[in-house]
């Protein structure tokens, strides 16, 4: 090879490390940048039509089906539950957009989330109680205490769609086991609730989000 053809070879190689390098900066920064979180009330809203627990705590979590990455959130409230000794009654909430068609929720995140012991699956139409506790974001997970007070707000994972210890799990554990937790608030990440992927349904169970 002549020294003009061994140029043009690693020039070549540098601009592709270099579009690979980009590739991968801007997946990571795309898993590691928070949703917006919930402005949720300090108190339980009295117009939900969920029901608040008398004798122990309520978790609600707020998802969208279609949103691939809270499958990890929905494997981290599977793993809260099945560490505490003191379950909460518990809520996944689907949303379920207007301009769409029957069991348009039922997805495949749906069924991952039913096959939680213990756990009340009910769908949101028009996104009304995510209206309610001022939820935004996939995976916005919401922990009330019995007098109604709002105890934790935020996500179960530390990035979309990665599962593994992280901040929000532990304040939960720490809350349900009567422990003194070091925050009541995490990021939450996932993908939007309300957004243009919201339309009329399309034929197959495709992701809302990465």
């Known amino acids: 090879m002549t020294p003009r053809g061994r140029l043009l ?62 499958r990890a959130s929905l494997s981290e409230i599977a793993e809260l539950l099945a560490r505490t000794t003191h379950r909460p009654q518990t809520y996944i909430v689907f949303i379920r957009p207007p301009r769409t068609g029957p069991d348009w929720e ?33 995976g916005q997970v919401l922990l009330f205490r019995p007098d109604g007070g709002l105890a934790f707000s935020g996500g179960t994972t530390s990035a979309r769609g990665k599962t593994g210890t992280n901040v929000g799990r532990t304040t939960l554990l720490d809350l349900l086991e ?23 349904v399309t034929p197959g169970d495709h992701g809302h989000g990465a």
Do not use: K
Not at 18 to 46: E, Q
Not at 108 to 131: F, H, K, M, Y
């Open 9 to 70: 070879w690693l020039v070549a190689g540098v601009c592709w490390l270099g579009f690979v390098a980009t590739g991968m900066t801007l997946v990571m920064r795309y898993d590691t940048t928070p949703g917006t979180p919930a402005a949720a009330p300090h108190m339980w809203p009295r117009e939900s039509r969920l029901t608040l627990a008398a004798d122990r705590p309520t978790l609600v979590m707020l998802a969208h089906p279609r949103c691939d990455c809270t």
């Open 106 to 138: 039922r997805t495949s995140v749906w069924a991952v989330a039913a096959a939680i012991p213990g756990v009340n699956v009910l769908r949101d139409d028009d996104g009304q109680e995510a209206t309610r506790f001022g939820v935004e974001t996939s």
């Open 178 to 200: 009567g422990r003194t937790p070091l925050t009541s608030t995490t990021p939450v990440y996932g993908c939007p609730l309300f957004g243009p992927a919201d339309g009329p």
